[in-house]
């Protein structure tokens, strides 16, 4: 345990000596090529040897608790939080009720307490620590449709996102019933933002029509560029219409930890629910997410059931189990190693942690602009920023080959990783930066690195050359 220990230890302290991306070592190649024949055995062995043996499998992948890992969102991740892990494991709590685990049960309750007020919801407003921001917005979609349509509504209901809505959004509405043509992508305005126009004339069309608008599903913090929906827009019309608002905030719910990030998040409070991932930008290793909802009541309608074998453990009180306020009955408890970290970090120094990462990627962008042939496509903001390498004499067809290449050619360096996402039907680099541990240098020579690119231009021509002849 001590050597565990003592390695794990050494694994962060050293991270910056690490690559950040390491190619599959020989075993993990010849394990996988062998669909995954690793023998168990029938006699149990050492330790330490198994221990040497994972770590050794589980070498390579990305790192993206790397300062200088800055693809999709990275994780960097408080000492305590692991530890707060440990503790988690070691005690291994049933957090879905309160009689099983009531410490844990009052630290989670007062977290969402102090999260949703952080947002601006009454004090008796609800939710629950959930494994991810999928989970998180599969649950708050579920208590929307649960809240706004009856049974009998459900085929004539749609819901509203914009084309820069994550993922898990959409699939979350084909989990709990819906199909494609009930689900409306709005574009999104030149800054990525949704189009409130378009939002409301969307609703109004539907309703003509004699559907059912039932749920809008605002961003904060989009995971391509880190724009921010209008949320008092959007509360407006929601208002107006009957709507159940939804933020996803999975990226950029920890703005509201900062002075300067809160005033970018003004409106979030006027929402029915909230998704908020503490394993992006609250230093908190994967699992750790939060579901905030306005009025617990929603969570409940949803997700309350009562089996005869769970009567003994339910709660007497006024709070009801954790159980009943999601998908999950038999849960860890999550909230710990947040509460952890928090009590030993204090609240301010996360306020800063978040500042820094905007700061980043505000010099990533100074940097670019300094080099001939680059063009931001979308500015820094909360802690992103897109870019391009497009010189004149290539095509865009061209520079978006060469956009690839370049991010594969870096994170091939093991340097840093960058990875690629597309605006405006164009292949852009994509830069996060909210690791506290991410210095002006790994900014500056990330840069430096990635700004090579005659000698790959010669190769991407070469190439379409080939494709073409
Ligand atoms: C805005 C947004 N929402 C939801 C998610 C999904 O979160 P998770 O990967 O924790 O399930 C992400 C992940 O990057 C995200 O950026």
Redesign the pocket.
């Known amino acids: 345990m001590k050597d565990f220990l003592d390695s794990t230890l050494t694994f962060y302290r050293d991270m910056k000596k690490q690559k950040v991306v390491t190619r599959s070592n020989p075993d993990f190649q010849k394990a996988q090529d062998t669909s995954f024949e690793m023998d168990l055995p029938s006699a149990g062995r050492t330790a330490e040897e198994v221990f040497e043996e994972i770590k050794n499998i589980c070498s390579s992948g990305a790192l993206v608790q790397h300062p200088r890992c800055f693809a999709?969102?990275p994780s960097p991740v408080s000492p305590y939080s692991w530890m707060g892990d440990l503790m988690t494991n070691a005690f291994d709590h049933h957090a879905g009720c309160w009689a099983n685990a009531p410490g844990a049960g009052l630290i989670e309750r007062r977290l969402i307490q102090w999260m949703g007020g952080l947002a601006g919801y009454p004090k008796a407003c609800g939710g629950l620590f959930v494994?991810?921001?999928?989970?998180?917005?599969l649950t708050a979609l579920t208590a929307a449709r649960d809240a706004k349509l009856t049974p009998q509504d459900r085929g004539r209901a749609v819901a509203y996102l914009s084309d820069q809505?994550?993922s898990?959004?959409a699939k979350a509405l084909h989990i709990i019933g819906f199909c494609q043509k009930q689900i409306r992508i709005l574009p999104s305005d030149a800054a990525f933002r949704m189009d409130t126009g378009a939002l409301e004339m969307a609703v109004r069309k539907d309703l003509a029509a004699g559907r059912r608008p039932f749920v809008m599903v605002a961003?904060a913090?989009?995971?391509n560029t880190g724009s921010i929906d209008p949320l008092e827009e959007i509360a407006d019309i929601c208002r107006r219409f009957d709507l159940w608002m939804h933020v996803?905030?999975?990226?950029?719910a920890s703005l509201l930890l900062s002075g300067q990030g809160r005033r970018l998040l003004s409106g979030i409070g006027l929402s029915d629910s909230i998704?908020w991932?503490a394993?992006?930008w609250m230093m908190q290793t994967?699992?750790c997410?939060v579901v905030l909802v306005r009025e617990q009541k929603n969570l409940l309608r949803s997700f309350s059931t009562h089996p005869e074998y769970l009567e003994d453990a339910k709660t007497e009180g006024s709070l009801p189990d954790f159980w009943d306020l999601g998908p999950e009955l038999t849960r860890p408890a999550r909230a710990l190693k947040l509460w952890t970290t928090l009590q030993i970090v204090g609240t301010d120094r996360f306020g800063e942690m978040i500042d820094h990462g905007c700061r980043m990627a505000e010099l990533a962008q100074e940097e670019i602009l300094k080099y001939p042939g680059w063009e931001i496509v979308s500015p820094a903001g909360q802690g992103v920023v897109c870019f391009r390498y497009a010189p004149k004499e290539l095509s865009d067809r061209e520079c978006d080959a060469l956009n690839v290449q370049l991010a594969r050619e870096l994170s091939d360096t093991g340097y840093a990783q960058i990875l690629t996402t597309q605006l405006n039907g164009r292949k852009v680099l994509r830069m996060c930066t909210p690791n506290p541990e991410t210095d002006e240098d790994d900014i500056c020579s990330t840069i430096a690195l990635l700004n090579h690119p005659l000698e790959h231009m010669r190769k991407v021509q070469m190439k379409m050359e080939a494709v073409s002849a």
Not at 131 to 137: K, P
Not at 248 to 252: I, K, M, R, S
């Open positions: 999709c969102v494994s991810g921001g999928s989970m998180a917005n809505t994550h898990s959004v961003t913090g989009t995971t996803d905030g999975a990226y950029g998704s991932d394993h992006k994967y699992g997410s």
